[in-house]
């Protein structure tokens, strides 16, 4: 709402008896001062009692009746609003405010009278940031943060993981890890050709999509179990080592722990509640418990409530997603691997038989919302990387076919073009996702620096208007207000600053 | 959304097309499919 208040008129209204009409100017920011009693709230309360229907400290002191001024008689109570824009209009003892205008101020904060503005100061930093936020709009400006936040972080972890699958494939292939791999495997390659007398392909490209096809391999009709055996070698060769994110079972086992995480089953309840309290607007009784309170604040408690408890739910859901990616990795690490023993049992290997694994343990903890045992995945990891060592050592122990020199040949290249292709996969997946990552990264970075200079240039209005305010408040004190820069994206700050000769006096928070 | 308007007109080196399909994406997903959609879309023009 980028509405200002330009007039307000109050008739028979609390401490007014007769007419009283207050300009606002062009509706800037302003102080009302003077002494205790001489009608500042007065002001806070006709403009309450316009936007709400009701003024909250006198509901929750069951003195509704002293919004009306009856020493004029009879005349009614009347509170006039004038701004430049739609949400004016009138309110008097006799016709409620428009309804969307109390729809409109559910939505807002107001920030108005002396307590009000003392329970502001009494917050925590946090609490004061949140408050902000929401009056300001923040909250999706920073959930668009976040969620680019999560993107970028995503794919971090995953360009991580193609990067050292591609790094064990280039160690597989005794290539190197930057630089030339490219033209040492293409050397590689036509090395192996000249030995089986095939023809060599002009390019690593032509290896890949397979337009090159080292059609005398297949025309001599090498060992087809000499041949598997090898490229089961090579596939051994180039497995990741297994290893899981567990910062995302730390981060997971902490949030568990945690007091909000308990009550987050309570959201639907409270949802419910609020959805009741919505509906039914003479309800002042809790909809759970049935305890009598003021309806203002058992509706604002509801939603206070609610309001945690979706924060918490959130915060779940994002170290659930982090878990299942680990889960997700566990079963990939456990896939690759049954499929090189289903391979291996084909070419009547012993290969030995994968450990147990925590699996279903792991997807009954995200279910069920239970704590994972990190030791379970750290054993499984030690265990997994034990039976990788086991079935290259079950390869190598195989004897190498009785052949002649040709076709050995030919069965080092037909090992080789396996490895390559596995090796082209690796190398376009980790750069495809290093790419991706780049835009990710660039994307946020503007974004955060965007959103620092916008919420930096909000906090600058405050500021200066806080230093202005203060200067009229205190003009005998030859104070000087300067509004100071927010900092950092995560830790804005909103100070004004004060100088007078050498003393220094910083308000905010 | 105009911040991130704002923020993609600064980001040099981006390809053609990305603000404007990241743009309509966000505008269609809902706020708990928008990493995973984000992320998608970003691998997507990565392979091209």
Not at chain 1, 16 to 32: C, I
Not at chain 1, 254 to 274: H, I, K, P, T, Y
Request: charged letters at 25%; glycine letters at 8%; proline letters at 5%.
């Amino acid at each position: 709402v980028s509405e200002r208040l330009h007039r307000l008129v109050m008739k028979a209204f609390r401490g007014v008896p007769g007419e009283l009409p207050v300009d606002f100017g062009e509706g800037r920011s302003m102080a009302v001062f003077g002494d205790n009693g001489t009608g500042k709230s007065t002001i806070a309360d006709a403009l309450e009692w316009y936007f709400t229907g009701q003024i909250e400290l006198l509901s929750h002191e069951g003195r509704q009746h002293a919004i009306r001024n009856v020493t004029n008689g009879s005349a009614p109570t009347v509170v006039e609003v004038v701004t430049n824009g739609s949400l004016g209009g009138t309110i008097s003892s006799e016709q409620a405010p428009a309804a969307g205008i109390c729809q409109l101020s559910r939505k807002e904060t107001f920030l108005l009278r002396g307590r009000t503005l003392a329970d502001f100061i009494n917050k925590t930093k946090s609490e004061k940031w949140k408050a902000l936020a929401e009056i300001l709009g923040l909250e999706e400006i920073e959930g668009l943060r976040q969620d680019l936040e999560r993107a970028h972080n995503d794919l971090r972890k995953d360009a991580k993981t193609a990067g050292q699958e591609f790094k064990a494939c280039s160690e597989s292939l005794g290539l190197p890890a930057k630089g030339l791999a490219e033209e040492t495997l293409l050397a590689k390659i036509r090395e192996a050709c000249e030995g089986a007398g095939v023809s060599p392909p002009s390019s690593l490209q032509n290896v890949g999509d397979e337009t090159w096809q080292p059609s005398v391999v297949s025309n001599r009709n090498p060992s087809t179990h000499a041949t598997d055996l090898q490229a089961l070698g090579s596939a051994l060769d180039g497995l990741p080592p297994p290893a899981f994110d567990m910062s995302a079972v730390d981060a997971w086992n902490q949030m568990l722990s945690s007091a909000q995480a308990a009550d987050v089953s309570r959201l639907g309840l409270l949802q419910e509640a609020d959805s009741f309290l919505q509906s039914s607007p003479d309800g002042s009784s809790c909809p759970l418990c049935g305890q009598s309170m003021p309806r203002e604040e058992l509706v604002q408690q509801v939603r206070d409530a609610v309001t945690g408890l979706r924060e918490a739910a959130k915060e779940l859901d994002d170290r659930r997603s982090d878990l299942q990616q680990v889960s997700d990795e566990l079963s990939a690490a456990e896939t690759r691997r049954q499929t090189l023993g289903d391979r291996a049992r084909a070419l009547e290997l012993s290969f030995p038989q994968l450990p147990t694994s925590p699996r279903d343990v792991l997807r009954a903890c995200l279910r069920e919302r239970k704590p994972v045992a990190p030791a379970a995945l750290t054993d499984f990891a030690r265990s997994l990387a034990q039976w990788d060592n086991a079935a290259r050592q079950g390869c190598q122990d195989v004897p190498p076919p009785a052949s002649d020199t040709d076709q050995n040949a030919i069965l080092e290249l037909a090992t080789l073009c396996e490895k390559s292709k596995g090796w082209i996969r690796a190398q376009n997946n980790a750069t495809r996702l290093e790419k991706a990552r780049g835009f990710a990264s660039q994307i946020l970075k503007a974004y955060q620096e965007r959103q620092t200079a916008y919420v930096s240039k909000i906090l600058q209005q405050i500021s200066g208007r806080v230093a202005d305010i203060y200067e009229k408040l205190h003009p005998g004190e030859g104070l000087t207000g300067t509004p100071s820069s927010p900092g950092r994206p995560k830790a804005l700050s909103w100070r004004s600053t004060f100088t007078a000769r050498a003393s220094v006096l910083r308000t905010g928070f | 959304m105009e911040l991130l308007r704002d923020a993609l007109s600064d980001a040099s080196g981006l390809p053609d097309g990305l603000g404007s399909s990241l743009l309509e994406l966000l505008n269609k997903k809902d706020d708990k499919c928008r990493p995973a959609a984000i992320r998608e879309l970003l691998e997507e023009l990565a392979g091209e």
